[in-house]
C-alpha cells in the first residue's frame, strides 16, 4: 500500500512487480490511499470503517512470510483447500484395508516407465509432494499431488487400448473429479522418449491447479494448515504454515475499495423497525440503512433512540429525495388483494447491546418466561394506579400490590376495591404494612397477577404453572389475572374455557396497552387506560342439514366486576369478525369477514360501490351480520374465530369440528 498523502505514487499494474508499494497497519489507511485486491489490481480506498467487535480472531502465516495476518472468523479469503480425507499421513480411514496392500504390491512392482517418471518427481523436485501407487477410495493411482489435487496416469497401450478398459478408465476418471481432482493421463512411450516434456506439462498442471481462477472464498475460521492462500501483485500461492485462534475485544477495520469486492453490507432495510436497534447499529458501523413502520409506538421508541442519527447523517451522507409517481390508469380500479395472514408475533432475542453490556436490574423475583424484567415494577405500578377497565364503565381497582415473593410465574398479589362499598375497611388498608406473609386479607379479595412477557405472546406453559402457583397460595386467591400485549391462541383458549368450579378461582385476560412500552414518554396519571378486561367470546357451532357448519357470533361473555359473575354481552358492540375455517393452530387466515356494526353504506357495502360493479345483494347483508356462511370443515378439523369490539380490543375462540 502506497499513501498519497505520504508522497507516494499508485501501485503498480498486474505484472509490474511491486514497485514502491510497502505494508502498513490498516488502522494507518485512509481514503484515497491504494491498495492491493484479490485480482492482483491496485484499487483506491474510498472509506474506512471502524467498528466494536468481540469475539475470534484468526491469525493466518503463510511460508513466505514471517507476518501474521489477523481477521475475524467470519471473514472471507481466497484459497485453494487441501483434501482432508484422501489417504495420507494423518487419514487413511476411507482406505479398504485391501487396496492398502495392493497399493504396496504395486510400488514394488512398478514398470518401467512409471519408474522414470518417478525419478523426475520424487523428492519434490517440481515443487510439490508426489504420493506413488496412492490409494483414492477403491482406486489406486500412479501419482497423487495431494497439495495439486492433481493425479498423474501412465497408461501402457497393451493395457488401456480395449473397449472394457476405456470403459474403466471413464468411470475411474469420474471418480476422482468427483472428488475435485484433476486426471492427467501420460502414454508411456512419452515418457520413455520424451520425459524433460513430460515433466514440464506436469509442473506447469500443478502451478494451473493452484491458480486464483481455482480457489474459492472461504471463511477464515475454515481454513487450515497445509490448504493454498494468494498473496502479491502476482498472486502467488503460498501453503498456510500457522493458524492461530484469539478471543478478543477491540476495534476492526473494514475498507470500501473502488472497482472491487467489499465485505460490507452496503444497505440495510428493515420493514419492522421495533425500538430501532438495527438502524441504530448499522449507523455506528457505517452502513446506510432504511427502516419503517406503522407502529406509532415502534416509531417513536426508535426515534428516541435514534436522537443522534440525524447529526451523523448530516455530517457524512448525501441528501436524496425520493418519488414515488406511478402510472395512473383510470379504466382500472385497485383494490386489496387476499386477506394478509396474521400470525401471533415470535418471541424475539435480546439486543447486541442488552448482551455485551447488560444493565443492572434491582432485585425481583418474579421471573417471566423472558426472565427478569424492570418492566414488572413499572407494570405493577401502573396496574396499582390505573386499575383495570371493564365493560360498561365498570372497572377493577386495587387497594394494594405488591410483588410476590418466591414465585415464578405470579408477579403481584393485591387486593381488590369491593365495587359495592368504593373501599376496603379501613382497618384493612391500617393493618396492611404490619401483615405477615400468614396473615392475608379475606380470600374474597385476594387477586394475583402474571404478567407476559415484554417481546412476544403469553404462551400456555406460563397459564399452566401460575395456576399450579396460585393453588399452593394460602388463602386462594379469588381471581387470576393474566395480564399481556399478546396471547397465544392456545393459552387464550385455556384462559377462556377454564371453569371457577374446577381452578378454584376467575381467571381473567386482561389486555396491555402498547403504550407501556413507551412508559417513560407518557404521563403517571390515574386516568390511563393502561389496561382492559378482555370479553371471552360466545361463539356457537352448529351443523346445518347439508352437513356442512354454520358459525354464529352471540357476542363476548363479560366478567361484572361488582357481582363477580360472567355475563352474557350482546352482539350489538361487535366492529369486526373474521373466521378462518381451516385453522392450522399456528396463523389465523381470514377466509369469511363480517363487520355487524357497519352501515348500510360502510363495510362491503362501500367497496361493492368504489368497484362500480354489479354485487350480490343477499351476500353483503350476511357479510353485516353474525352468521357466517356455510362451509365445509378444512384438513385440520378445526376453527378459529377472531372478534373485534368496538373499543378495539380482540380476543380469540379456537373450537374442533366434529362432523
Not at 350489538?572 to 373466521?579: E, F, N, Q, S
Request: hydrophobic share 35%; proline share 5%; net charge negative.
Amino acid at each position: 500500500m502506497v499513501p498519497p498523502h505520504a508522497g507516494g505514487r499508485p501501485l503498480p499494474v498486474y505484472g509490474e512487480g511491486w514497485g514502491g508499494a510497502t505494508l502498513l497497519p490498516i488502522e494507518s489507511i485512509q481514503p484515497g490511499d491504494w491498495v492491493l485486491g484479490h485480482d492482483g489490481q491496485s484499487h483506491r480506498v474510498v472509506r474506512v470503517i471502524r467498528r466494536p467487535y468481540r469475539g475470534t480472531m484468526i491469525g493466518i502465516r503463510h511460508e513466505k512470510t514471517d507476518s501474521t495476518l489477523w481477521l475475524s472468523a467470519d471473514h472471507k479469503v481466497l484459497a485453494k483447500r487441501r483434501p482432508r480425507s484422501l489417504g495420507g499421513h494423518n487419514d487413511w480411514s476411507g482406505i479398504p484395508q485391501g487396496v492398502r496392500g495392493r497399493s504396496r504390491t504395486l510400488r514394488r512392482e512398478m514398470t518401467p516407465p512409471e519408474r522414470k517418471l518417478w525419478t523426475a518427481l520424487r523428492n519434490d523436485q517440481t515443487g510439490f509432494t508426489f504420493r506413488r501407487q496412492h490409494p483414492i477410495g477403491q482406486y489406486i493411482a500412479d501419482f497423487y499431488s495431494r497439495d495439486a489435487q492433481l493425479v498423474v496416469e501412465v497408461d501402457g497401450a497393451p493395457a488401456h487400448s480395449s473397449e472394457e478398459a476405456l470403459a474403466h478408465d471413464q468411470a475411474r476418471d469420474a471418480y476422482l473429479r468427483g472428488l475435485g481432482l484433476e486426471v492427467l493421463r501420460i502414454p508411456a512411450r512419452e515418457v520413455l522418449s520424451n520425459l524433460e516434456g513430460v515433466y514440464e506439462t506436469i509442473r506447469h498442471t500443478c502451478h494451473l491447479q493452484l491458480s486464483v481462477e481455482r480457489a474459492e472464498w472461504v471463511e477464515a475460521q475454515d481454513l487450515a494448515v497445509g490448504d493454498w492462500v494468494f498473496f502479491g501483485p502476482q498472486r502467488v500461492a503460498a501453503r498456510i504454515a500457522e493458524l492461530h485462534t484469539q478471543e478478543t475485544e477491540e476495534e476492526l477495520y473494514d475498507l470500501e475499495v473502488e472497482d472491487a469486492h467489499s465485505f460490507i453490507t452496503e444497505l440495510c432495510v428493515v420493514h419492522n423497525c421495533g425500538s430501532g436497534t438495527t438502524a441504530f447499529v448499522a449507523e455506528q458501523w457505517g452502513r446506510r440503512w432504511i427502516t419503517c413502520d406503522t407502529s406509532r409506538v415502534a416509531l417513536t421508541l426508535a426515534r428516541k433512540r435514534q436522537e443522534e442519527i440525524d447529526a451523523a447523517i448530516a455530517r457524512h451522507a448525501d441528501q436524496e429525495t425520493l418519488y414515488d409517481q406511478p402510472f395512473v390508469d383510470r379504466k382500472k380500479v385497485r383494490v386489496t388483494g387476499p386477506f394478509t395472514v396474521e400470525a401471533v408475533p415470535a418471541p424475539v432475542v435480546k439486543s447486541v447491546d442488552e448482551i455485551l453490556e447488560p444493565r443492572p436490574e434491582p432485585a425481583n423475583a418474579s421471573i417471566a418466561r423472558s426472565g427478569e424484567t424492570l418492566r414488572q415494577t413499572e407494570w405493577r405500578d401502573e396496574l396499582l394506579r390505573t386499575g383495570i377497565r371493564g365493560k360498561n364503565g365498570q372497572s377493577i381497582r386495587f387497594a394494594r400490590l405488591e410483588p410476590l415473593p418466591g414465585c415464578r410465574y405470579l408477579h403481584a398479589d393485591g387486593e381488590v376495591v369491593d365495587s359495592a362499598q368504593g373501599i376496603v375497611d379501613s382497618e384493612r388498608k391500617l393493618d396492611a404494612k404490619k401483615r405477615s406473609t400468614d396473615h392475608y386479607p379475606l380470600a374474597t379479595n385476594r387477586v394475583v397477577v402474571s404478567f407476559g412477557p415484554e417481546h412476544g405472546p403469553l404462551e400456555q406453559r406460563q397459564v399452566e404453572h401460575a395456576w399450579q402457583e396460585a393453588r399452593m397460595l394460602v388463602p386462594r386467591p379469588k381471581l387470576l389475572i393474566f395480564a399481556a400485549f399478546q396471547f397465544d391462541p392456545e393459552a387464550a383458549k385455556d384462559i377462556d374455557e377454564m371453569k371457577p368450579e374446577l381452578a378454584g378461582m376467575q381467571f381473567l385476560k386482561v389486555q396491555m396497552n402498547a403504550d407501556l412500552l413507551t412508559d417513560d414518554l407518557k404521563k403517571k396519571r390515574a386516568s390511563n387506560e393502561s389496561f382492559w378486561l378482555i370479553g371471552q367470546p360466545d361463539v356457537e357451532l352448529r351443523q346445518a342439514e347439508d352437513g356442512r357448519f354454520v358459525v354464529e357470533v352471540h357476542g363476548f361473555d363479560y366478567y361484572n366486576t361488582k357481582t363477580g359473575a360472567i355475563e352474557s354481552g350482546g352482539a350489538d358492540k361487535i366492529a369486526v369478525w373474521l373466521l378462518d375455517t381451516d385453522y392450522d393452530g399456528r396463523s389465523l387466515y381470514p377466509r369469511q369477514v363480517f363487520f355487524p356494526m357497519a352501515g348500510e353504506k360502510d363495510g362491503w357495502a362501500k367497496l361493492a360501490k368504489n368497484l362500480k360493479a354489479e354485487i350480490d345483494e343477499d351476500l353483503i347483508e350476511a357479510y353485516r351480520g353474525t352468521v357466517s356462511l356455510p362451509f365445509a370443515p378444512g384438513e385440520h378439523k378445526r376453527i378459529a374465530v377472531k372478534i373485534v369490539d368496538d373499543r378495539g380490543i380482540e380476543s380469540l375462540k379456537v373450537m374442533e369440528v366434529e362432523a
